[in-house]
């Protein structure tokens, strides 16, 4: 019987290839152009977009992306290659190739990387924990968009997300306890995810309860009162309302009301970023201070910890594994 070789597509959401203005205003060209992550009415949104988006963000952006840069380029690209490499050395009997939906390395080079080594089957894992139409969704429309002009087309087994899988959980765990090792367990335990439009939450998008699964499973892994843990969401953008509570108006109450020591998690995000760096351990660091809290951490992301290439190693072998299982022959 022959035996299919099998890839592991590992799929981020992608970065600037560099921290300037044209860097930045050709990945949010690419990015806030998906009907996925922005649905308005195409003419008008392509108007906004290029008339005043990207002229108007784009240097702002780019500033706020030179002051998490890291040597070796992006955070977001860093931590995923070391990912795509550590993954690689755990499953070596599997090829494995990272893509990003937007920027470069692009999901069709990362998909012919895999196809060039005789893959036959790809197991693709969008590191994106918890499901939403703008990033899941977003990476099987691409891959579908890629595979479209293929003559001979690669099974396809897609991961939509893993919320509360328990290899996820458990490296969450140990991630939180070092932070706790370190500094003390604090007063609440803030977990911001990223957010989404209200609206599409309401048509449908199952993200708000994946985010709640999560929440529910780390919380009762941890051991740790239930009282002192919240659940936020950030980087809303946009004048329409997105999910709430907002992470910005959390701390900026938790500090009014005199609250001692934060730390924050952001459990979406697989590497951290522009949103965990920047955004969390920076900005909304100052508005907790200045509204009167006391000792603020940012928890990093999993990044390439062990706990986190076990989790991936896992998800991938219980896919192979399906695929594997002897099925039994119909009764004739």
């Known amino acids: 019987m022959h035996q299919e070789k099998t890839g592991i597509l590992l799929v981020n959401l992608g970065t600037p290839q560099a921290p300037t203005a044209p860097a930045v205003k050709r990945y949010l060209r690419q990015f806030l152009s998906d009907r996925r992550v922005v649905d308005a009415p195409r003419i008008l949104w392509w108007l906004l977009l290029r008339a005043?988006?990207?002229?108007?963000?784009?240097?702002?952006?780019?500033?706020?992306?030179?002051?998490?840069?890291?040597?070796?380029?992006?955070?977001?690209?860093?931590?995923s290659q070391r990912q795509r490499q550590a993954l690689a050395v755990r499953m070596p009997s599997m090829p494995v190739a990272l893509g990003m939906s937007y920027g470069s390395p692009s999901l069709s080079q990362a998909v012919n990387e895999l196809l060039e080594q005789g893959v036959e089957h790809i197991i693709t894992l969008p590191l994106y924990p918890q499901y939403s139409c703008s990033t899941a969704a977003a990476v099987w429309d691409e891959l579908a968009r890629?595979?479209?002009?293929?003559?001979?087309?690669?099974?396809?087994?897609?991961?939509?997300?893993?919320?509360?899988?328990?290899?996820?959980?458990?490296?969450?765990?140990?991630?939180?306890h070092r932070a706790f090792a370190q500094r003390g367990e604090p007063d609440v335990l803030l977990l911001s995810y990223h957010g989404i439009p209200q609206r599409y939450a309401d048509e449908g998008?199952?993200?708000?309860?994946?985010?709640?699964?999560?929440?529910?499973?780390?919380?009762?892994?941890?051991?740790?009162?239930?009282?002192?843990v919240m659940m936020s969401f950030q980087s809303r953008f946009g004048r329409e309302p997105w999910l709430t509570p907002y992470t910005d108006e959390t701390l900026k109450m938790l500090g009014e009301q005199g609250v001692r020591r934060v730390q924050v998690a952001c459990p979406g995000f697989a590497a951290d970023c522009l949103e965990t760096l920047e955004e969390i351990a920076i900005q909304?660091?100052?508005?907790?201070?200045?509204?009167?809290?006391?000792?603020?951490?940012?928890?990093?992301a999993l990044n390439d910890s062990s706990e986190h290439i076990d989790m991936m190693a896992a998800l991938a072998g219980e896919r192979q594994a399906c695929r594997e299982a002897p099925r039994d022959l119909p009764v004739s």
Not at 290 to 298: D, F, I, K, L, N
């Open 284 to 300: 909304n660091r100052d508005i907790f201070l200045t509204a009167g809290g006391g000792e603020y951490h940012y928890i990093p």
């Open 146 to 176: 890629v595979l479209h002009a293929r003559r001979r087309l690669p099974s396809v087994s897609f991961i939509r997300d893993y919320a509360d899988h328990p290899a996820y959980i458990q490296a969450l765990v140990a991630s939180i």
């Open 205 to 228: 998008d199952d993200y708000p309860e994946r985010c709640r699964a999560t929440t529910r499973a780390l919380v009762s892994a941890l051991g740790i009162a239930p009282d002192k």
């Open 52 to 79: 005043v988006i990207l002229p108007l963000r784009a240097s702002r952006v780019a500033k706020l992306y030179r002051a998490v840069w890291m040597n070796e380029g992006s955070p977001l690209m860093v931590y």
